[in-house]
């Protein structure tokens, strides 16, 4: 287990989720910021235009009404009332001739030097410009006829010095306001992290308390948001499979022990009492013979341990092919036939199809299930092989009368060295792996291995395969 430290180029994960929502938050907030100021700039232009068309709708009114040109240096109290009181507004009026001085210029403002492109504007403009005194304004510029059908152009200025006081004002408030938002937005982010991130104590908790002595250790997934209950569960389903691989690889060793302990301990007995003292010629052959059936039997167990970790390999390892049933089923009869002669039993086979699959492991699966029917058979009965194609399958059958298996033991029948009667299958020279062989051999093909049994009656061992595709026709 790495106990070193985390290096210091690796941030916490807090640490980056708080910067990344932190950073997010202030390039939010500055977009914020922006797009109101320029809502309100805008907002403000619209208002200073609406503004001077109704002021220039009133001018054209008045002019409209009672005044001439020349009228309008002498009487122009109509006008003079459109413009006094507004400090921001100025009032020029400019004869045919735009060169010479305004027939009027009245307003707050002062007067100002208007700049040509006003004067020799063509019906209506509308320009925003500085005066000599750095003074933001917004003209408007109109030509209007008079009662008599003069035409003078109307210049109308808006002083926006208190629309730009109020831009500059947004922007300090806005300059001053923002580090302290973005504080609290940084503090905010952390927190909320800190916090969406507290149910991961949980795993750090469990991963520090889980050892291959203690894999008993579960995630509590009650309160957990629905991303780290999907992760917590998956963690669980695995310490599950561990916790099951351990306990199986732990009884597997105990089972192994126990099986060579068995044959050692003998070999190692008979060779201490031949030792003990001078015996003749024939007593050391006797005990030789013995001691090689005794290495016979852990030659067996080693074989059978070397094949139960070849078919546990993957099956991108196994060269399938398209396997005739009947024709690997009769190999291993014609191979059995003096075993089942000499107890006079009768072998039968029925039934033929084609699986995908590894001829050799094949024959090995039904081989194991032929030799344990004949050894429990009674002298004189007859074992069926059978095989059938079925919907999605093709069963391989391997059926015998005796004495039946107890329905307490068919779950445990292909667990590695499990036996019905441990005293009388080693008498037999078995290793109790050959079922567990078989399971392996169909787990590799995909399939599964059953078995059904009557106390006194039949015992019925299935191969299940899956049904040959249309893909595999031509192989």
């Not at 950073?23 to 805008?42: F, I, R």
């Not at 597997?252 to 009492?273: C, T, W, Y």
Request: hydrophobic content about 40%.
């Amino acid at each position: 287990m790495n106990t070193h430290p985390p290096s210091p180029t690796n941030s916490s994960l807090s640490m980056r989720l708080g910067l990344t929502v932190s950073l997010m938050g202030a390039a939010l907030v500055l977009l914020l910021a922006t797009l109101a100021y320029l809502s309100l700039n805008h907002e403000l232009d619209n208002l200073a235009r609406k503004s001077l068309r109704s002021k220039l709708e009133q001018i054209q009114h008045s002019l409209l009404s009672d005044l001439k040109s020349s009228d309008l240096a002498a009487r122009p109290h109509s006008l003079l009332d459109l413009v006094m009181g507004h400090d921001n507004l100025q009032l020029s009026v400019l004869g045919s001739a735009p060169q010479t001085e305004p027939l009027l210029d009245v307003g707050g403002i002062g007067q100002q030097p208007l700049p040509d492109t006003l004067k020799k504007a063509t019906g209506s403009a509308y320009l925003e410009w500085n005066d000599s005194r750095g003074r933001q304004l917004l003209s408007a510029s109109q030509a209007m006829p008079l009662r008599n059908g003069e035409q003078v152009r109307v210049i109308l200025s808006l002083d926006r010095s208190n629309d730009q006081a109020l831009l500059s004002a947004y922007l300090r408030s806005t300059v001053i306001a923002l580090p302290l938002l973005l504080l609290l937005i940084g503090i905010g982010a952390w927190w909320l992290v800190q916090r969406g991130l507290l149910p991961l104590q949980q795993f750090t908790r469990v991963a520090a308390k889980v050892t291959t002595q203690d894999l008993t250790h579960r995630l509590n997934l009650e309160r957990l948001p629905r991303e780290l209950a999907e992760l917590g569960q998956g963690i669980n389903v695995m310490l599950q499979r561990l916790d099951g691989g351990v306990q199986r690889l732990s009884q597997f060793s105990d089972d192994l022990a126990h099986e060579l302990r068995s044959p050692i301990s003998n070999l190692m007995g008979k060779a201490q009492v031949t030792l003990s003292r001078e015996r003749p010629p024939q007593e050391y052959k006797a005990v030789l013979e013995a001691s090689i059936e005794e290495l016979e039997r852990v030659t067996r167990i080693v074989a059978d341990m070397l094949l139960l970790a070849q078919v546990s390999q993957p099956a991108s390892q196994a060269r399938f092919a398209r396997v005739s049933l009947r024709v690997e089923a009769r190999k291993v009869m014609d191979l059995f036939a003096l075993s089942a002669e000499d107890k006079h039993v009768q072998l039968h086979l029925s039934g033929d199809a084609w699986v995908l699959g590894d001829r050799l492991m094949i024959q090995r699966a039904i081989s194991n299930l032929l030799s344990n029917a004949i050894r429990h058979s009674p002298p004189g009965s007859r074992i069926e092989l059978g095989v059938e194609p079925r919907l999605q399958t093709v069963n391989l059958t391997v059926s015998n009368p005796g004495a039946g298996i107890a329905a307490c033991h068919l779950p445990h029948l292909f667990e590695r060295f499990y036996r019905i009667d441990s005293s009388r299958t080693r008498a037999e020279g078995g290793t109790g792996l050959g079922l567990a062989i078989v399971r392996s051999i169909m787990s590799l093909h995909e399939g599964q291995a059953e078995v059904s049994s009557v106390e006194d009656g039949q015992t019925e061992f299935r191969l299940v395969f899956p049904k040959l595709g249309p893909a595999h026709h031509d192989l």
